[in-house]
């Protein structure tokens, strides 16, 4: 049978392309497959491009690692790793699910105090503008908090004395275990000093963005003359959120709200109280404090 010219070269082109996808795929395979051998030499070639910022590559010979070392001596090494590799390229919800994984599976790990401050970044960097759903904004302070809560430290001062105490009693007693084990507790608690601090730091910040979000939702109610629900949004931040920015601003909202309801036994409560925690601001609230005067006064 004949072949046209036009058909031979539509062939070639054909297998050509073919042949360049096929080699793109060969190349794209030995890039992503996981390596081969034993695991500690996979886990060190993982290792290698962590460092090397290859997070992607990382990720995908660690993932293939988490299942090939369960319940042996490298389990939480990987996963941290993996959790790591995570959190570096800013896979943040992937993050929390393995550094969640690593304290449920290997709670006695080195790594178990890492990871739960680790986790309750994830969780802060995944809390969006106030605006937004909050629940990534809770479970970090709830994060933070743990983690304050497990690995406590002394006031820095009296951390500092301690320790040159006891570095004294190594020094002159260096067979005694009991100083060495308390040595290694209080250098420990001086290497978690920083972590402490910005997970306080942490803990006000998204409370203040907590307490701002109540306090929107109020003002926005206000605005529209639904004062029943603003009252309710203002009580929140006056409950719940008393540290914040918020709180002296949820007052004056309150007692604005409760005059333009007619509520006047409860608003001269609210200005009293307002009058026990913000004595010298007491001008703020002058034109409401003189209208509830005004309208006992009258009756």
């Known amino acids: 049978m004949m072949v046209s010219s036009f058909s031979v070269r539509r ?7 073919c042949a360049a996808t ?8 030995s890039v992503q497959s996981p390596s081969s051998g034993e695991p500690a030499e996979r886990f060190g070639n993982a290792q290698e491009l962590v460092g090397r910022e290859k997070y992607d590559r990382a990720i995908f010979e660690l993932e293939s690692l988490m299942f090939d070392t ?36 290997t709670p006695g790990s080195p790594y178990a105090e890492d990871a739960q401050f680790k986790l309750a970044k994830s969780h802060y960097q995944l809390s969006p503008d106030f605006s937004r759903d ?4 809770r479970k970090a302070i709830r994060e933070f908090q743990l983690y304050l809560e497990m690995y406590p430290v002394k ?76 009252v309710a949004y203002y009580d929140n931040v006056i409950r719940f959120f008393p ?17 333009k309801r007619e509520k006047w036994f409860e608003a001269r409560a609210a200005v009293e ?4 925690q913000f004595p010298e601001n007491m001008e703020k609230i002058d034109s ?10 009258n009756t």
Not at 74 to 96: G, I, P, R, T
Not at 243 to 249: A, R, S
Not at 273 to 276: E, G, K, P, R, W
Request: contains cysteine; charged residues 30%; negative net charge.
């Open 134 to 137: 909050q629940e990534h904004t």
């Open 288 to 297: 409401y404090r003189k209208k509830v005067i005004r309208h006992f006064e």
């Open 243 to 259: 540290d914040t920015i918020y709180l002296e601003k949820a007052w004056i909202g309150k007692i604005e709200v409760l005059i």
């Open 70 to 105: 369960r319940a042996t001596t490298l389990e939480d090494d990987v996963l941290f790793m993996l959790a790591e590799a995570y959190y570096n390229s800013e896979q943040y919800l992937m993050a929390v699910e393995i550094y969640k994984r690593l304290l449920e599976q």
């Open 273 to 276: 109280a307002y009058d026990q």
């Open 155 to 230: 006031n820095p001062q009296q951390l500092q004395s301690d320790l040159e105490m006891y570095n004294e009693l190594v020094r002159l007693n260096p067979e005694d275990d009991r100083y060495k084990q308390e040595l290694q507790q209080l250098k420990a608690q001086e290497g978690r000093l920083g972590k402490v601090s910005e997970s306080r730091t942490s803990i006000d910040e998204l409370r203040e963005k907590l307490a701002r979000k109540e306090y929107s939702v109020a003002e926005r109610y206000r605005k529209l003359k639904k004062y029943y629900g603003s």
């Open 11 to 17: 062939i070639v082109v054909v297998a050509g392309v």
């Open 22 to 29: 096929a080699g793109l795929f060969s190349a794209c395979g």
